[in-house]
């Protein structure tokens, strides 16, 4: 419950927060979970990766591509170092906490990500605007990595974004 209400907040914020302001400082550690969201005016995300234990302990890689249905992936036990790699190694804690264009746009496309750590994290989003090239290459080349993931494998599980709103 507490990581949902962590990222509703921050897409919230990354929505109704002026200009831009600088991320957390630089986090250490490996990431606890991570999350990515990029939609448009449909009622479920284009593209939505999610990396977070299972009750048991499990670590798993969720995946869904335009409608409610959530593949459930079982993830390598490192994958949550080799994000907070590929962060450190981009730099994403560079990402400021929101982007927008110059001018107010009332449709388009948002994103969001979540990159959770055990006391900290980075949240960033975006509605019609992107980071600099840097650092959504950085956002790419994970997602990416996921991407072999899942092409790779078959899904262990089925879960639905339903299930998923608060």
Not at 2 to 27: D, Q
Not at 47 to 54: F, G, L, T
Not at 69 to 85: F, H, K, N, T
Not at 86 to 115: C, F, N, T
Request: hydrophobic letters at 35%; glycine letters at 10%; proline letters at 7%.
């Amino acid at each position: 419950m507490k990581r949902l209400i962590l990222i509703v907040a921050a897409m919230f914020g990354s929505l109704f927060s002026g200009c831009g302001s600088p991320a957390p400082k630089f986090v250490e550690g490996t990431p606890t979970g991570y999350l990515y969201s990029y939609s448009g005016m449909m009622a479920y995300p284009i593209e939505w990766y999610c990396v977070e234990k299972s009750e048991d302990g499990e670590l798993h890689l969720l995946y869904s591509n335009g409608g409610p249905d959530i593949s459930v992936y079982q993830a390598p036990s490192d994958l949550l170092e080799r994000i907070g790699a590929m962060v450190r190694e981009h730099k994403l804690y560079k990402l400021e906490s929101s982007y927008h264009p110059p001018m107010q746009v009332m449709d388009g496309y948002m994103w969001h990500i979540a990159i959770e750590y055990e006391k900290d994290g980075i949240w960033s989003g975006g509605s019609n605007a992107r980071p600099p090239k840097e650092l959504s290459a950085g956002i790419a080349a994970i997602n990416s990595y996921l991407k072999g993931f899942i092409d790779s494998g078959e899904p262990v599980g089925q879960d639905s974004h339903m299930n998923r709103r608060p």
